[in-house]
């Protein structure tokens, strides 16, 4: 198969976008949790992201005999816009920021580079374990019933075999995930026909029901390195362009369409 092909950059009305993900993780940082530390860079943030809140994040870990148990919870710290689209969220070992929806990857990574900077200079972070760009699309159309409509409206190549009837029936549930390993990283994309949503709505937003198709892709490099913003930047701006090109060849014409290309 050839390589991805280039396509036009093209903004959509009905952007299926529903989260962006950009993450940086360090090595542990305990005084993290000294709100007397971190809140030089909650008054950096301030203009921004102005509703601070904590939250506790909750794990759970394998028991010896296979059962499951919480594990100790973080809590992190998140710095939200007053729409709530936009947040900052902070870790003893991760930063992240988060838009809800679609946003244009220059802005993303002017904000990015803006919060990273103020890590750098008040929370004298240094040095960045991992770095990670995820974008989260759910497709949703009135025709896609079941997995032989979707490949009507996706690239049938998307969904193989599982999409063309040869098994028979009514296919129900589908999930898959590839990793690929690149240059520069690793591409992990999940997707697959589900129901309901996988990005929690905001408290103002309707519940999304019914099926719908999945398109999760997760672009992350886990070489240890130092903290360089200017570095990191670019590196999302190539994560971005690799990742806009496979979710361009995803789409089927009919889905294209549905989509509202403002060309």
């Known amino acids: 198969m050839p390589p991805l092909p ?5 903004l959509f009305k009905k952007s299926p976008l529903r989260l962006v993900v950009g993450q940086i993780r360090f090595p542990l940082q305990l005084r993290l949790a ?3 530390f971190t809140a030089p860079f909650q008054d950096a943030l301030a203009d921004d992201y102005p509703v601070a809140a904590r939250e ?3 794990a759970f870990q394998v028991t010896p005999k296979g059962g499951l148990q919480a594990a100790p919870s973080e809590t992190l710290l998140r710095f939200a816009s007053r729409n709530g689209d936009w947040a900052v969220v902070l870790g003893e070992s991760a930063l992240t920021l988060e838009v809800r ?7 993303f990574s002017s904000r990015f580079e803006k919060v990273l900077g103020a890590a750098k200079e008040r929370l004298r972070l240094r040095e960045r374990s991992r770095l990670g760009l995820r974008y989260i699309n759910e497709f949703r159309h009135d025709a896609g019933r079941s997995l032989a409509d979707w490949a009507k409206l996706m690239n049938p190549e998307l969904l193989g075999f599982a999409g063309n009837n040869l098994l028979g029936g009514t296919v129900e549930h589908m999930a898959h995930e590839v990793r690929v390993r690149r240059d520069d990283g690793v591409l992990a994309i999940r997707h697959g026909l589900l129901v309901g949503g996988v990005v929690e709505p905001i408290p103002t937003a309707p519940v999304a029901e019914g099926r719908f198709y999945l398109l999760d892709m997760d672009y992350y490099d886990e070489r240890p390195s130092p903290l360089d913003i200017a570095a990191t930047s670019r590196a999302l701006t190539a994560y971005n362009d ?10 089927g ?8 290309p403002n060309e």
Request: glycine fraction near 2%; avoid cysteine; charged fraction near 30%.
């Open 253 to 260: 014409e009919s889905m294209y369409k549905h989509l509202e």
């Open 6 to 10: 280039e396509y036009p950059r093209v």
């Open 101 to 107: 929806g679609y946003s244009a990857v220059e802005e």
């Open 56 to 58: 506790q994040q909750v």
């Open 34 to 36: 000294d709100t007397a």
């Open 242 to 251: 690799v990742m806009y090109r496979f979710f361009r060849w995803s789409l």
